[in-house]
C-alpha cells in the first residue's frame, strides 16, 4: 500500500512540476494579428501588424510607440528585415516596400514594379543594405524580386 501512495505522491508532483513549464502571456502588445516581429536585442523589439502601423519597444516589450502608421499609405505591413541599428525594410501590400535609414524615426516608400497592384510583398529579406529580396504574392501567383542598390531598382 505505501509504494501505491509513494507512486501517486510521486506521478502528482511530477505532473504539477511539468504543467508548470507552459507558456504564460507576459505583455500585451498594440498590435492585433501580428505578421511579423524583429528583435534587436534584449530590450529592442520591433512588430508589424493588421493595423496598419509599425511598433517599437525599447524596454523588452513593457512600452511601445508607434512608429508608422501605414494607413498613410493604404496599405498593410507584412514582413520586416534589418540591416542593421539604422537601416530596415517593410513589405507591405500593392508592392510597396519601407525603408529607414535612421532606426525607424522616418520611413520612405519604395516600390517593387509589379504585374499589377494585386501583389502583397509578404516577405522582405535583406543580406546587407544593397542586397535585398521581396517575395510577392497574389491569389494567383508569386513573383521574387531582387535589389542590389537598397531597393532603388527590382529586377
Not at 89 to 117: A, H, M
Not at 126 to 149: E, H, M, P, R, V
Request: aromatic share 16%; proline share 2%.
Amino acid at each position: 500500500m505505501k509504494k501505491y501512495i509513494l507512486l501517486f505522491l510521486l506521478s502528482f508532483c511530477l505532473n504539477n512540476f511539468v504543467n508548470a513549464q507552459g507558456w504564460r502571456k507576459a505583455y500585451d502588445t498594440p498590435i492585433s494579428g501580428i505578421q511579423a516581429g524583429y528583435m534587436a536585442d534584449g530590450n529592442t523589439i520591433w512588430l508589424v501588424g493588421d493595423n496598419e502601423s509599425i511598433f517599437k519597444s525599447t524596454d523588452g516589450g513593457f512600452t511601445w510607440v508607434e512608429k508608422f502608421h501605414t494607413d498613410n499609405i493604404d496599405s498593410y505591413a507584412h514582413d520586416i528585415s534589418f540591416v542593421n541599428s539604422t537601416t530596415a525594410f517593410v513589405g507591405c501590400d500593392y508592392g510597396r516596400i519601407l525603408k529607414t535609414t535612421d532606426g525607424g524615426e522616418t520611413w520612405n516608400v519604395q516600390l517593387v514594379p509589379l504585374p499589377d497592384s494585386t501583389y502583397d510583398v509578404i516577405q522582405v529579406h535583406f543580406f546587407d543594405s544593397n542586397l535585398g529580396f521581396a517575395l510577392c504574392d497574389s491569389q494567383s501567383k508569386a513573383f521574387i524580386y531582387k535589389t542590389t542598390n537598397g531597393g532603388i531598382k527590382w529586377d
